[in-house]
């Protein structure tokens, strides 16, 4: 391997690969320091990477556990080496970067290392988006804000950070998932199947199903929390020709919220491709396509015909629940329906609606 080429983001002091060894072969660290006539917190400190290994220790080394000095010697240097690289002092730019990014809940979520180290934190988020350098994020961050249509607010630089760190998330964790090639005339037959689905209340166990339908039509479903400042409900664009990603948030933690997020997020994918990357919530500009994902959306809940209805159900729970069970959805999604078409005051009914819990998602 050309060691110029390896350039690792973490630090592996050489006091680990000696712990490999001394396991492999049953030898204690006692034993080690007798052999090596060097007292036991010494050895401890060579484990942690505290005492640097020279030509004397390198020697004394290879003659009791192998291989041989030079070993030790380039071990040792590779890791004073990463230990400069990753823990050196940054720039100002670097610093505003991290600004920009919700490094605390990319930390909390197990996005990026728990490091207090600036300069880790850096390399750590270069890993994370793939990019070389900080002048590379420029680009990533102008084409993520033109494709998402954010609208600009006072802390815009904050939500493109945040929401371009959850959308990656997502594309990871679709490119692990195994799915159908992409399908839209079978997503699209699979819709009523996905509606019978609203009228479960627990997400472990419609989520696996929804996933599973999603996943035959070539479709990658992905849960995740937003990180701080990141705006978004649902995204849906197309990570490969052959397949789809859809990712949510449980936003509002509530059946009519989450049900009507997902079918705006298909309506995306069925109406306009491969176009751009579709990110719904408040922070998003209304664009035609998102009226027209929206419209999906309404239309697929409570058809057209029925939604001529919807006031003259709207008296009393059991005429909901009645009318819930006519068009076949969960009542608690035609009480968001009725409060968003005004029908409804907002509040009113909202006992017919479920609540989740980030525990039972």
């Known amino acids: 391997m050309n060691n110029s080429m390896f350039q690792p983001t973490w630090v592996s002091p050489p006091g ?39 030509e004397h220790l390198a020697h004394k080394l290879a003659d009791a556990i192998g291989p041989d000095a030079e070993f030790w010697l380039t071990r040792e240097q590779q890791y004073r080496e990463d230990v400069s690289r990753i823990y050196r002092k940054t720039s100002k730019a670097e610093e505003n970067w991290l600004a ?88 699209l037959s699979n819709i009523e199947a996905i509606r019978a689905l609203t009228h479960i209340s627990e997400p472990s166990l419609f989520i696996p199903d929804l996933q599973a339908i999603l996943n035959n039509s070539g479709v990658a479903l992905v849960i995740s929390k937003t990180p701080e400042g990141c705006p978004a409900s649902g995204m849906a664009k197309f990570i490969s020709e052959d397949k789809a990603l859809i990712m949510l948030s449980f936003r509002y933690l509530s059946d009519d919220h989450f049900w009507f997020s997902l079918f705006h997020e298909i309506g995306h994918l069925v109406l306009h491709g491969r176009k751009n990357t579709f990110v719904e919530g408040e922070g998003f500009e209304c664009t035609k396509e998102e009226k027209e ?3 999906f959306a309404a239309l697929t809940l409570i058809p ?55 525990s039972a998602i």
Request: proline letters at 2%; aromatic letters at 10%; hydrophobic letters at 35%.
């Open 16 to 54: 680990e690969t000696i712990l490999d060894i001394l396991s492999d072969r049953e030898i204690s660290p006692e034993s080690l320091a007798r052999n090596i006539g060097y007292d036991l917190n010494c050895i401890k400190d060579l484990f942690d990477g505290s005492h640097e290994i020279g």
């Open 100 to 187: 920009d990014l919700p490094i605390k809940s990319m930390q909390t979520f197990g996005w990026i290392s728990n490091s207090d180290s600036k300069s880790k934190k850096v390399i750590d988020c270069l890993d994370y988006f793939g990019i070389s350098d900080i002048s590379a994020w420029k680009d990533v961050s102008a084409e993520f804000t033109r494709e998402t249509r954010f609208r600009t607010s006072q802390t815009f630089d904050q939500e493109v950070g945040a929401t371009a760190a959850w959308v990656r998330f997502g594309e990871n964790k679709a490119s692990k998932i195994s799915c159908e090639p992409w399908d839209k005339d079978k997503l």
């Open 304 to 358: 057209k015909g029925f939604r001529e209805s919807m006031k003259a159900h709207a008296t009393d729970y059991r005429s909901i629940l009645k009318f819930s069970k006519s068009i076949g959805i969960a009542p608690g999604i035609v009480v968001g329906q009725m409060q968003h078409e005004g029908i409804l005051k907002s509040g009113h009914m909202n006992k017919l609606k479920v609540r989740y819990s980030w």
């Open 293 to 295: 994902a929206n419209n």
